[in-house]
């Protein structure tokens, strides 16, 4: 764990670090091969590139690094995590930057504020029954945020699934929901609420 | 043998053909798959992205729930991101003290608690492979898949667990392959077998997944597959229900059903296709299941796209020789 | 026993003085308070602390104060006694007294440089000062040991390091065996095609050193041959060499060829040839092969194999063929070892996104070299595996099994000079063809290094700051059909590539030898993390070992281009000739004595010894050691299960007190262990 000894601001490094909960110490140790942007399947779309974005967060280039749609194209396969020389957790410190960047309201300004409202509706449900729900999930985060998409799941492959027999209409629920949300409850009094 | 069982909730409607043939090759390899009570989702690679103690408190209580309910016996994951999370978060909680102990401060709210280390966590594939073996498998084959050709595809997250062991080469797994082979399919060599499906892209840039699939696709094709074999209700879902919307966006004519490797198995084993949860795929298996043959094709499986006749030595590979 | 626990009892006058080592010992940890506190000892007479003991003035300190303060013991509390300890015992000799009344207590590498904690330094620095004095006084003078040495030197490995070595020693009149494990010497360097960067040709200037070899009078050359065991020690090593049988009678044979040319096995060539090209199953590994006679592989040879053919046995014009030939064992006695066992190339089938082994036109950088060498098997053609095509796109990868923590974290140091090398040659021998090196950073610090980077930047050669991701054959776009692509992060643009490329050439870097681990054991020597043998002290005693008479050279030892391992080379000679020419060496002290009155006769000890050093007296009953023969080990001293042993400078009592003393902190509560 880095713990910034002066009384000066924390270091956009040190705030990643520490919000991996130290999975991400060694991002200090990029040696700007460049290894995780050639790997990445989404490295194409990504504005930055990861290793850009370790140098970034190096020159604490904080605007920056949390605006980046990077961390937002990251599909967490790990062939960087697999591949990088220097054994850094890249895809943890993705999630760590997707983290800060939802709690510093910066994403939107990506023009990427589709990923976020993602996970946060499929989380909802997850709170809220301790399951996902496929059908409830599509429909409520097209809807909310996205209601001409909406059309086109409900009419084309959406309905497929659902004449397949593979989508459920009713959300399903496990018994000890209420432990689960006490659990989760007491959890983020200790992470943090995003 | 007898092994904990944590569905994860695709296996419950989406992925369910995953789940019926499972169940019916289990019976026939003398494997007890004894659900988990009260599972709850594994948050996917959704809660990691917004917020990380909740994210692994969520799966530990799938963890502390496997611990009172199994004396010993591995847990199975059929699916590639429950498998990782539930590995992930042992391994973590294992490895960071600060994580481990909110985690279990957390629980203690709801009256558990999960000692890391306590709950082996496994993918359904590395169960058959490891522990049924392939040796077993081949007793049970009735009707060889002969002439079959399928692309093994094995997706991300089971071969590259994040920065743990794997039990497969992480750049390029061989296990399906040799279980395919053993079921009399002929494999296809497909480089981008462990390449990203994309995962919950198609919902966030559907530009980005299609393509990524596309590329899977054209791969599994250009080979000559009849069909992609997959162990993730994920990467199933991507390649099969958007498979129609590659088609459209890039002016392909895709027709590659995507079937898990568990229904491939039971077809062998003699297992009547609809005891197997064939037909709930959108890419009909029909046309290429008509393709397997009674005999064993004559000349020897060929695994890689031909190629001219080589002049200097090529270097052994010690694995395949 | 009773004789020296009374003399423990008379007060010793010891003298402790702690240097400051500029900054490095002072900065860390409070001489001064160290000082005072070990004044107060009562064994101590004198206690000083000084900027720079190794200075003369700090020397003229220890003189000075044992001849006016009668000093009878002495403990300096400064670096590791790999630096000082003669310095201070030979002080501690002008004094009047015996050099071995001395200790040393290493405050500096094992203090002052362990940590930044000030407090906890000075703590340690205590007990260490604490512990020497403790022991000190109970030395005793000892007189150190002559050894001759034997004029005669083995030398393990022909490669260039070997081979340079051999004609040093050889040239100055000294006798050398040389074993080389292979046919032939030559080494690695003997597969290379140019040499960067003045891009001589390899073999031109190796082979002339090779024949030299074959044909000096002062060098027995054991080609096909390995050391099997190894007992001894400086001045005296008695060898044991496996010369394994050949099946070639050497008096007999003309090196020919005609055998090679009548074997009908063909074999891939995985040694010399790097596994680009054939050979037969009698083979010489190249024409100058030194000596120049074959080698009868068994395992290919189809006579071992079905029992028919016999083919080079009837062709041979001087009946030099023997299937009967056997392995023989050869002994001789040497003064000196110098191990030059090089490396092995990093095998790139264990980084499978790279297809090497799989993607057929993935080539190693030996088999390049061996390509493009126009004695190799395409006559220097640079072409696909097809054996005709002319790429058009070479991609050139550097740092392969390199800089990685999945792999080796150490850079190769010779991969980006090899690299350019090969550039240039793919520009010269195909002036069409496009070529790409793909790099991390660009590695070139060596004498005329940069300056043929430069010359590779006016080649036109692409280059791509970024580390290969992956080389696939699955193409995703229009121009990747049928080719190697080569993804990769420009770094320098932030963007990802795909380059469609014809063929593509691994530099893979260098590694220890697979089986260094029980070499190093054979000879007494450590390895280092990644495998490579250490040397004495990594600036000062680069070539020499821990085991005396035991010395290294080239690239068993790290990663080395060639100026670099010929010096080696160079170097482990002239310190041989310099010992050679001493004629006798002192040694150590350091011997293992039984005391008949304590021994039982149990000979645990004789069967332990690793020397053989230890006798079984009959009539007496008792284990005696050969002092000549003894090592100083201690083996012996720890297993005697009567404490009937001593060391010399190692006695229970002198090592017990010195516990004892660098305990004196420890609370005999059981959880406090702080040192």
């Known amino acids: 764990m880095t713990q910034t000894l002066s009384a000066r601001a924390p270091s956009l490094f040190e705030e990643v670090v520490a919000e991996t909960s130290g999975l991400g110490e060694n991002l200090n140790t990029c040696i700007q091969c460049g290894t995780c942007g050639g790997s990445c399947p989404s490295g194409d779309d990504m504005d930055h590139t990861p290793r850009e974005i370790f140098a970034m967060i190096r020159e604490d280039m904080r605007e920056e690094v949390l605006t980046s749609n990077t961390p937002w194209y990251c599909v967490s396969c790990y062939y960087c995590v697999a591949r990088c020389p220097q054994d850094i957790h890249i895809t943890d410190i993705m999630y760590a930057l997707k983290r800060k960047a939802i709690e510093a309201g910066y994403y939107q300004k990506a023009g990427k504020d589709k990923a976020p409202e993602f996970s946060e509706t499929f989380i909802d449900f997850v709170e809220n029954n301790g399951r996902s729900f496929e059908l409830g999930l599509a429909t409520r985060y097209h809807l909310r945020y996205h209601p001409l998409d909406a059309f086109k799941m409900a009419t084309g492959m959406g309905l497929k699934l659902f004449t397949k027999g593979r989508m459920d209409l009713i959300p399903p629920k496990i018994e000890g929901i209420d432990q689960l949300k006490a659990i989760l409850k007491k959890s983020k009094e200790l992470g943090g609420e995003a | 043998m007898k092994f904990g069982y944590y569905p994860g909730c695709s296996i419950d409607r989406n992925a369910r053909s995953y789940h019926i043939s499972m169940m019916a090759i289990a019976e026939r390899l003398g494997l007890e798959f004894e659900e988990m009570e009260d599972w709850n989702c594994c948050g996917a690679t959704e809660y990691f992205a917004i917020n990380d103690i909740p994210a692994y408190t969520l799966v530990s209580r799938n ?166 074999s997959t162990l993730c209700p994920m ?87 | 026993m009773e004789e020296k626990k009374e003399k423990t009892m008379q007060k010793e006058k010891v003298g402790v003085y702690i240097c400051h080592c500029g900054t490095n010992i002072a900065g860390t940890i409070d001489v ?53 300890e003669k310095t201070f015992r030979n002080a501690t000799e002008r004094g009047g007294l015996n050099p071995f009344l001395f200790e040393m207590a290493n405050i500096r590498e ?12 000075t703590q340690k620095a205590k007990s260490l000062v604490n512990g020497a004095i403790e022991r000190v006084v109970h030395h005793e003078p000892l007189e150190k040991i ?96 496996r010369k394994k049988a050949r099946c070639v009678i050497e008096d007999l044979c003309t090196a020919c060829g005609i055998c090679e040319e009548k074997c009908p096995a063909q074999v891939v060539d995985e040694g010399y040839g790097a596994g680009l090209g054939y050979r037969k199953a009698i083979y010489r590994a190249f024409p100058q092969a030194v000596p120049g006679y074959p080698v009868l592989d068994k395992e290919n040879c189809i006579y071992f194999q079905t029992g028919k053919c016999r ?15 056997e392995d023989e064992m050869l002994n001789f006695n040497v003064g000196n070892i110098i191990v030059a066992t090089g490396y092995d190339l990093f095998d790139p089938r264990r980084i499978p996104q790279y297809g090497y082994g ?202 080395k281009d060639i100026p670099e391992t010929v010096a080696q080379g160079g170097a482990a000679a002239s310190q041989i000739a310099s010992l050679i020419g001493q004629g006798t060496m002192m040694m150590e002290p350091v011997r293992a004595s039984i005391r008949e009155e304590d021994c039982s006769g149990c000979r645990i000890c004789n069967n332990l010894c690793p020397y053989n050093a230890i006798e079984y007296d009959e009539e007496k009953e008792v284990s005696k050691v050969i002092t000549a023969l003894c090592q100083g080990c201690g083996t012996c001293v720890a297993a005697c299960p009567s404490g009937a042993i001593d060391g010399a400078h190692f006695t229970n009592l002198q090592v017990m007190s010195e516990l004892q003393g660098l305990l004196w902190d420890v609370q005999p509560a059981p959880e406090k262990v702080t040192a």
């Open chain 3, 146 to 241: 002559p050894v001759e040495i034997n004029p005669n030197t083995l030398i393990v490995g022909g490669g260039i390091a070997g081979i340079t070595a051999a004609l040093e020693l050889a040239n100055a009149g000294n006798h050398v065996y040389l074993v080389e494990r292979e046919g032939t010497i030559g080494g690695h360097m003997a597969q290379l095609d140019k040499t960067f960067p003045t891009l001589d040709c390899s073999a031109c200037i190796l082979t002339p050193k090779m024949v030299d070899v074959g044909q000096h009078d002062n060098i027995t050359l054991l080609t096909y041959s390995e050391v099997e065991k190894v007992d001894g020690y400086i001045g005296n090593f008695e060898i044991t060499v």
């Open chain 2, 63 to 228: 963890l502390a729930l496997a611990s009172q309910q199994y004396s010993g016996e591995k847990l199975v994951a059929p699916c590639s991101a429950c498998f990782l999370n539930l590995k992930k978060t042992d391994h973590v909680m294992g490895e960071y003290k600060e994580i481990n102990q909110k985690v279990n401060t957390a629980l203690e709210a709801g009256g558990l608690a999960y000692q890391p280390g306590t709950v082996s966590v496994h993918h359904l594939l590395e169960v058959i492979v490891k522990d049924v073996g392939l040796e077993a498998i081949e007793e049970q084959v009735k009707k060889p898949l002969y002439e079959l050709r399928i692309a093994p595809y094995y997706g991300c997250m089971v071969p590259r667990p994040a920065d743990m062991e794997s039990f497969d080469d992480p750049e390029h797994p061989t296990s399906m392959d040799k279980l395919l082979e053993s079921l009399g399919a002929i494999v296809v060599d497909f480089p981008l077998k462990a390449q990203c499906c994309g995962g919950h892209m198609t919902q966030i840039s559907e530009e980005t997944a299609l393509e990524l699939l596309r590329r899977l696709l054209k791969n599994a094709d250009d080979y000559g597959a009849d069909m992609i």
């Open chain 3, 32 to 84: 001064e308070e160290v000082k005072n506190w070990a004044a107060k000892n009562p064994n101590v007479e004198v206690s000083r602390d000084y900027e720079f003991m190794c200075s003369n003035t700090g020397q003229e300190l220890i003189e000075n104060d044992i001849k006016e303060k009668g000093l009878t013991r002495i403990v300096v509390a400064s670096c590791s006694p790999h630096m000082h």
């Open chain 3, 110 to 121: 094992h203090g002052s440089w362990a940590t930044n904690d000030k407090e906890a330094a």
């Open chain 3, 311 to 325: 083919a080079c046995e009837k062709f041979c014009p001087t009946d030099a063929i023997d299937f009967e030939q």
């Open chain 2, 235 to 321: 990467c199933q879902l991507n390649l099969d229900a958007y498979q129609g919307a590659v088609n459209a966006h890039f002016g392909t004519d895709y027709n590659i059903p995507v079937i898990y490797f568990t229904q491939l198995i039971g077809l062998a084993f003699g297992i009547p296709e609809n005891e197997l949860g064939f037909g709930k795929e959108i890419v009909s298996a029909k046309p290429a299941l008509e393709k397997i043959s009674d005999e064993a094709p004559q000349e020897k499986k060929r695994r890689r796209r031909p190629g001219r006749r080589t002049g200097l030595p090529m270097p052994s590979m010690p694995e395949e020789g």
């Open chain 3, 358 to 559: 799989r993607l057929e036109n993935v080539f190693t950088s030996l088999e390049f070299e061996r390509m493009v060498n126009a004695s190799g098997p395409t006559g220097g053609h640079i072409v696909l595996r097809d054996g005709e095509t002319k790429p058009e796109k070479v991609a050139i990868v550097h740092c392969v099994g390199s800089r990685d923590q999945n792999y080796n974290e150490y850079c190769s140091k010779v991969c980006c000079m090899y690299s350019l090398k090969f550039a240039h040659l793919v520009h010269e021998h195909l002036p069409e063809t496009e070529v790409f090196n793909f790099y991390i950073d660009m590695r070139t610090p060596g004498k005329g290094y940069e300056e043929f980077y430069h010359r590779l930047l006016k080649e036109d050669t692409h280059f791509i700051r970024g580390r290969v991701a992956e080389i696939t054959d699955a193409d995703h776009q229009p121009g990747e059909e049928g080719k190697l692509i080569v993804q990769v992060e420009n770094t320098l643009l932030g963007k990802q590539q795909r380059i469609p490329v014809d063929m593509v050439i691994l530099s893979a870097g260098i590694e220890a030898r697979e089986d260094a681990a029980q070499v190093a054991n054979l000879f007494k020597m450590g390895c280092d993390y990644d495998g490579f043998y250490n040397e004495r002290h990594p600036k000062l005693a680069p070539v020499a070992t821990m085991t005396d008479g035991v010395f290294i050279a080239g690239a068993c030892q790290g990663p």
